[in-house]
């Protein structure tokens, strides 16, 4: 078994040197043979490539690539030493003589990268008020001067109930215009104002958030839920699950204070799935807190809800004198027995005291579902008037007229009704409604009022058919008219959330002799495409979950938009691309799993057709398929579950976790996938040696031969991060026999922190014609390059946020910005990494510090 090398982190500037290494005897070609004898000698320790192109400069033999001096010894065909010898036999890259001269060789030394270019990147893309499991939750405030801030996160398609969601806050102005993200924190933050956020002291002295969660990107909990107006010049989050406010300060200070909505000892009764509503006097000393009750998870009757925590109660916390809340009012419910109504329960996720509001004179109106009435509240907790309104689920109140504005949904168990947003007059038995609005899906979900201006504005988002919509409303006096609604999501073009990709580096597009494709997929059957050189692309027909690019630019998908499907094969411009053998262009069956959308483990085809796929859920295996269609034989059998039928089909891999995914074939037939858990006796990077999340989230690249390998049984199928089983047969590594290498810290892997021990976020590595492997690592915002001993040739990458696009933009720094790079795919130019938490493609360009061709005669 090939020697296992693990970084030792020493930065590759400081191992090898600042000075950049040279040709000190350039390339020579001479024959020898039938073949071609190649020779180089470079000035210094560095990574080579050696590579014979055709006449139009195309690539028709990756011959060799790897580091010179390293701590391991170069791959074959490379010796170790700075002078290098190589045999060319005359053939390409698929063992047949090569076409195309003619020919020359070109060697470059001292791989690097610089900033490219971003794909599919919008700072309007985004979903306001979906969490799965939860009603919808308020992500709008706005502020003084009528600038609207936006809390939003990608589509993320999960399942659970964690209250761990990747949000951002984004600024608008008044008009709607994006100006700026709020959080998650740029980089160019001072540490000592990076409120919420836990920073890990790495050698650079980089901003390096450590992660809170594997499923997702995490940097802060704040809570889920936004008071829809500032406080003393703070956005306010609601955070029910902790029974916590937290006050984030606008004005550059970034101070945060955390204030307990209820002590511990209270023993606060309401369930995960309730969002308290909350609502502050006018000056910002008083907070009342509404939709927090003891309730059941199927509520039949009153008595199912916890005596000490009725609904329908609304409680004043006194937030200047630090005393916990106090009953303030309840509304009064009907007598059961005489006159039964809804009863709370997990799927309408209300109680009868809903949205809650306090006017300018610090009235407190309050929405009223089971007698359908909005109630108004003195200071003192007077009832002062009933206004009947069908079905008042939230509600704002204007400051200086007093109109209200209430959004009407009716509670169902089922699928959530649609709202109305009504515009009354007056209170109680003299109120009127003036104007009405009817809306879609969960539009109204989240709300906000600007009363800055002349004109009041009322700011919607919501879930429709078509997408998150964020609608600006203008209040007109006797009609409600919407005057805009294309604010967020407005780019079609742009990514929503970044699963698995691949790169089609040969595509002739009019663009150079080889343009390239850049493939993403959303996981839940989206598929978007970008070149790779002009950034034009978007949203494609096809539906898939993961693909692959094989041959000729041939797209095989996934299945067609599920985790359970056949393989699909596509031409580039989307035509089904039929087997000769078969005339079909489906086949097989793949299977994976739901969750962050869908969760498979991978797809790769050889330059041969030949499609490799790791098959299943928690226990998978290796299967492959050849150019006709056909699986193809293996030493090893693997039991699966077919539409209830269980059979056994041919494996090449046995064993194999849920917890991992990706997988890659080089031309040499040996096959990598990734498994969670790292090598005895790796050590982390420093800066990540005592956090969690590396500990639990961080994965290994196995390599095997052609013929595959297993997992022991004594290593159990889904070992997780703790890297060797107990007793673990002779030579095995990380359970399994039959690796020829480990390539450590490749991430994130979900497991750790994500409500079910989802086995859902699974990275994408990439592997060149060369045999390097480009590994994403979003938990330290790195890629790694590596030649195929192991061997580190760049390392690069660090944070940033939304506002990082490049040295032109609003935040320059760092030079390559990764908010949570989750899959990488490499070209022979460039390098696309899949950021998660920017929904965007970051392209990386290589450079070489040294490049010579030398003609081949």
């Not at 956020?197 to 990107?217: I, K």
């Not at 609601?238 to 945060?256: C, I, T």
């Not at 004179?361 to 929405?367: F, R, S, T």
Request: one cysteine or more; proline letters at 8%; hydrophobic letters at 35%.
């Amino acid at each position: 078994m090939r020697r296992l090398l693990f970084l030792a982190w020493l930065g590759l500037s400081s191992a090898l040197g600042a000075e950049a290494p040279t040709f000190t005897s350039p390339p020579t070609a001479s024959k020898e043979g039938r073949g071609v004898k190649l020779a180089f000698a470079v000035s210094k320790p560095t990574d080579v490539e050696v590579a014979i192109l055709d006449a139009k400069g195309r690539i028709v033999r990756h011959l060799a690539a790897g580091m010179l001096g390293g701590e391991a010894p170069p791959p074959a065909p490379l010796k170790p030493g700075l002078e290098q010898a190589l045999l060319w036999d005359g053939r390409d890259d698929l063992g047949q003589p090569a076409t195309g001269g003619p020919f020359r060789c070109r060697v470059r030394a001292g791989m690097g990268v610089k900033f490219g270019r971003l794909l599919g990147a919008s700072p309007y893309t985004g979903i306001v008020d979906q969490m799965p499991y939860r009603a919808p939750v308020n992500g709008l405030a706005v502020d003084a001067a009528g600038n609207l801030y936006v809390k939003l996160h990608s589509s993320v398609g999960s399942h659970g109930n964690s209250g761990l969601w990747p949000w951002h806050v984004r600024k608008l102005d008044k008009a709607g215009n994006y100006l700026k993200t709020i959080l998650p924190y740029p980089p160019s933050t001072e540490p000592a104002k990076a409120s919420g956020f836990r920073l890990l002291d790495t050698p650079d002295g980089a901003f390096t958030p450590a992660n809170e969660n594997s499923l997702y990107p995490v940097f802060y909990v704040f809570g889920n839920e936004l008071v829809n107006r500032l406080v003393d010049g703070c956005l306010v989050f609601v955070h029910s699950e902790r029974r916590q406010l937290n006050f984030l300060k606008l004005d550059g200070s970034n101070a945060l204070s955390t204030v307990a909505m209820w002590p511990p000892e209270a023993k606060v009764q309401c369930p995960r799935w309730l969002d308290i509503q909350v609502a502050f006097s006018p000056d910002g000393r008083t907070a009342y807190y509404s939709n927090i009750a003891g309730t059941a998870y199927d509520g039949k009757k009153p008595s199912d809800i916890h005596p000490d925590w009725p609904q329908g109660r609304i409680y004043r916390h006194d937030l200047a004198a630090g005393t916990p809340p106090e009953r303030f009012h309840d509304l009064p419910l009907p007598n059961w027995e005489e006159r039964q109504y809804w009863m709370p329960s997990a799927w309408d996720k209300k109680t009868a005291a809903s949205g809650i509001a306090v006017d300018a004179q610090g009235n407190i109106l309050v929405c009223d579902l089971v007698n359908q009435q909005v109630v108004e509240l003195s200071p003192e907790g007077k009832k002062l008037s009933a206004t009947i309104v069908p079905w008042p689920d939230r509600l704002m109140v204007h400051p200086r007229t007093g109109d209200l504005y209430v959004l009407s949904r009716k509670v169902s168990r089922g699928a959530l009704p649609p709202a109305g947003l009504l515009k009354l007059a007056g209170r109680g038995e003299a109120a009127r409604t003036v104007a009405q609005l009817p809306l879609e899906g969960s539009v109204g979900g989240a709300y906000a009022l600007d009363a800055s201006g002349e004109t009041p504005v009322i700011w919607l988002a919501g879930h429709t058919e078509a997408g998150t919509k964020l609608l600006r409303i203008e209040d007109r006096g006797d009609k409600l008219e919407v005057t805009g609604d294309a604010f967020l999501n407005r780019d079609k073009a742009a990514v929503e959330f970044v699963g698995y990709l691949d790169v089609d580096s040969s595509a002739s597009l009019g663009a150079g002799p080889e343009a390239e494709l850049v493939y993403v997929t959303n996981t839940r059957g989206a598929v978007w495409r970008y070149n790779g050189e002009t950034g034009e692309g978007g949203l494609l027909k096809l539906r898939a979950v993961d693909l692959a690019i094989g041959p000729a630019g041939l797209i095989y998908a996934w299945g067609t938009g599920s985790y359970a499907g056949p393989i699909a094969r596509y031409t580039r411009d989307l035509d089904p691309a039929p087997l000769p053998a078969t005339g079909k262009h489906t086949y097989g069956f793949l299977y994976g799993r739901a969750g962050r959308g869908c969760a498979v483990c991978g797809i790769d085809v050889d330059p041969h057709g030949r499609v490799f796929a790791t098959w299943g859920t928690n226990d998978c295996h290796v299967q492959a398929y050849d150019a006709d269609g056909n699986l193809i034989p293996a030493e090893r059998k693997a039991a699966t579950g077919e539409e209830g039928k269980k059979q056994e089909f041919p494996a090449l891999i046995t064993g194999v976790s849920g917890y991992g995914g990706s997988i890659r074939v080089d031309l040499r037939g040996n096959i990598y996938i990734v498994q969670a858990g790292l090598p005895k006796g790796y050590k982390p990077p420093p800066g990540y040696e005592n956090d969690e999340a590396y500990r639990n989230a961080v994965g290994t690249i196995l390599k095997f031969g052609p013929n595959g390998g297993e997992r022991s049984k004594a290593a159990g199928a889904h070992a997780g991060a703790g890297g060797e089983p107990a007793e673990p047969a002779a030579g095995a590594v990380m359970g399994f026999s039959g690796v020829l290498a480990a390539y450590p810290d490749c991430g994130p892997i979900s497991r750790w922190r994500c409500d079910g021990a989802c086995a859902c976020t699974k990275p994408r590595f990439d592997l060149d014609p060369f045999g390097r492997l480009y590994i994403p690592n979003a938990i330290t915002f790195k890629v790694s390059v590596r030649d195929n001993a192991g061997n580190e040739l760049a390392r690069f990458g660090h944070y940033g946020n939304l506002d990082c696009q490049g040295p032109h933009s609003p935040e320059p720094k760092p030079d390559i910005p990764l908010g949570w790079p989750v899959a990488v795919g490499a070209s022979d130019r460039h390098i696309y990494i899949g950021d998660c938490l920017n929904h965007r493609i970051v392209r990386a360009d290589k450079t070489f510090a040294a490049e010579a061709l030398c003609p081949l005669e």
